[in-house]
């Protein structure tokens, strides 16, 4: 008995010496991470000023219209003229001021436009309703807000109210109920609405005058920016692209190299991919800002989103490009080498054209009209040549063909000899049944039956057949992963009209000037600075 109770108390100090050691450790990770917590705050706000710098003088203009605006609720005299509705103006400066001026527009002029008819409608009804009885009025207000409110909410699903005014009409929804409401229980309501509207009326201008004229960000200038940087990472894109295919089994690289590699071709089309609904939102946002040009010419937003359109169907031929370079089947680098040189060549004419279309778009003037120089024919030509060139790895020899047309031919007449087994001498059922459902369900067993020894008879042909096709067809597969890789390069030079065209009718909206020998100097292009963290979405929300 003591020696159990010995061992029990031995167990139990063994055990609290366990978990001591595991709080520690415990302990010492949270250290651990909360001394790192500073580091990482400091990388993560680097990040973000290096990678627009514009966020930071952003966020200036956003403290310091939040200073002007809360004047109105510290100033004893700006309160006494405005009261406790005030606080609106901050809320508005909040919800209004955006990164980009059309997003301002688009919010204040929706949040203004809002209150304003909401605020006209609410009084007209109240007054209408003030002549007619305590009951009646409670009975019109009810009637009011349910026919307002189901004919607004109706309105938000027509495309175009969507799309351009849904905030604002929000903001009448919310504006209405609470003026029509409160007018019920409140004596003095159209004091408050002429506050509140004066309050949000002061918010907005503050958002416009910070938005528009203290260092403006365009939404027309970042989609701008946006289609260049696709433009040329796309071009970067199919280089490395192609370079990367032809060096894959030929010369050793390390890890670093394929991943700085696999990192640009990556990033070229994932930039495109994910542009849909940034360029949408840009666009929307660029209708809404004043024509800054210096003939005042309209931004042609509609023909940006249509160039990114076209971009996006080239992408995915720029994917289904990189995705050659993963497959399970590689072509051996013996055959690749025969046919490196006109698919780089091919690959780099491609990307001169991109490169030309981007530097167009950044200088605003047309592209060349040579931009489809003879140097891409050419390349063309000699991959047609080379391919033409080597028959036997694409279309096979005619003896092949022969064995091939053999082998398919004994596999018919292999399957049509095969005997038949008597299967009523090998069925033995248990208990006879003499009903009729009994007689159906052994007919419904028996195809099953037979089609079951039709398989296992065909898997031992099977082996024999597979292999003899594989060897007399060894020629045709080793070169089909590079007919696919060399079929997906020229579709991009298919596609490749198609951008030209959207480009060039780009040019023409936009008025860009005309073309000059010496323009086509290859200028690099830097990352769109484009700020989707500050809600270029439009927000549905009720603020």
């Known amino acids: ?87 609106w103006a901050v809320m508005t400066v909040v919800v209004v001021l955006e990164f980009t001026a059309g997003a301002t527009l688009y919010k204040g002029l929706n949040r203004g436009l809002g209150t304003l008819l909401a605020g006209l409608l609410a009084l007209l009804i109240e007054y209408i309703a003030e002549a007619s009885g305590r009951v009646f009025q409670a009975l019109s207000i009810g009637a009011s807000v349910f026919i307002i409110g189901a004919a607004a909410t109706y309105m938000r699903f027509i495309p175009y109210i969507k799309k351009n005014y849904d905030y604002g009409v929000v903001i009448f929804l919310l504006t209405f109920n609470l003026i029509s409401v409160t007018s019920y229980r409140v004596d003095n309501v159209r004091k408050i609405a002429h506050e509140r509207f004066y309050t949000i009326a002061i918010g907005c201008a503050i958002s416009l005058f910070m938005s528009l004229l203290v260092f403006p960000n365009w939404s027309g200038q970042d989609l701008h920016e946006s289609t260049i940087f696709k433009l040329q990472g796309l071009a970067d894109s199919i280089q490395a692209c192609v370079n990367e295919y032809f060096k894959n089994g030929v010369i050793q690289e390390n890890e670093d190299v394929k991943s700085s590699s696999e990192d640009t071709i990556y990033k070229g089309y994932k930039a495109v991919l994910d542009s849909k609904s940034t360029d949408e939102t840009l666009a929307l946002h660029a209708s809404w800002e004043p024509r800054r040009s210096r003939y005042c010419h309209r931004f042609p937003w509609q023909q940006y989103v249509k160039v990114g359109a076209v971009l996006r169907q080239f992408g995915y031929t720029v994917v289904a490009l990189h ?212 809600s270029h979405l439009p927000s549905h929300g009720v603020d």
Request: hydrophobic fraction near 40%; include cysteine.
């Open 1 to 87: 008995m003591v020696a159990k109770l010995v061992h029990a108390e031995m167990e139990m100090a063994t055990g609290e010496k366990i978990m001591g050691w595991e709080v520690k450790k415990r302990m010492n990770r949270i250290g651990e991470k909360m001394k790192r917590m500073p580091r990482m705050a400091w990388k993560s706000t680097w990040k973000v000023r290096r990678e627009d710098p514009r966020r930071v003088i952003h966020a200036i203009k956003v403290g310091l219209a939040l200073t002007v605006v809360s004047l109105l609720y510290l100033l004893e005299p700006l309160f006494k003229g405005i009261g406790e509705n005030a606080i």
């Open 323 to 534: 995705g050659c370079l993963r497959t399970e089947i590689q072509t051996p680098p013996s055959v690749r080498a025969m046919f490196k040189d006109p698919c780089i060549r091919l690959a780099t004419e491609v990307s001169k054209v991109l490169i030309e279309l981007a530097n167009s778009i950044r200088n605003r003037r047309h592209c060349s009209p040579e931009i489809l120089s003879d140097h891409l024919h050419e390349a063309l030509q000699d991959l047609n040549t080379a391919i033409k060139s080597q028959p036997r790895l694409f279309l096979g020899s005619d003896d092949s063909k022969t064995t091939n047309m053999l082998a398919a031919a004994a596999a018919s007449q292999v399957g049509q000899k095969k005997p038949r087994k008597n299967n009523s001498s090998g069925v033995t059922l248990s208990s006879v049944k003499t009903d009729s459902s009994a007689s159906l369900e052994w007919k419904n067993k028996r195809p099953s039956a037979e089609q079951s020894k039709e398989a296992s008879e065909r898997k031992v042909l099977r082996p024999q057949l597979s292999s003899k096709i594989a060897i007399t067809s060894l020629e045709f597969s080793e070169a089909l992963p590079f007919a696919a890789f060399a079929s997906l390069l020229v579709e991009t030079i298919a596609k490749l009209d198609h951008v030209i065209e959207e480009v060039e009718e780009l040019g023409r909206l936009a008025c860009f000037k005309e073309y000059r020998p010496g323009d086509e100097i290859v200028v690099t292009c830097e990352k769109p600075r484009v700020d989707v963290t500050q």
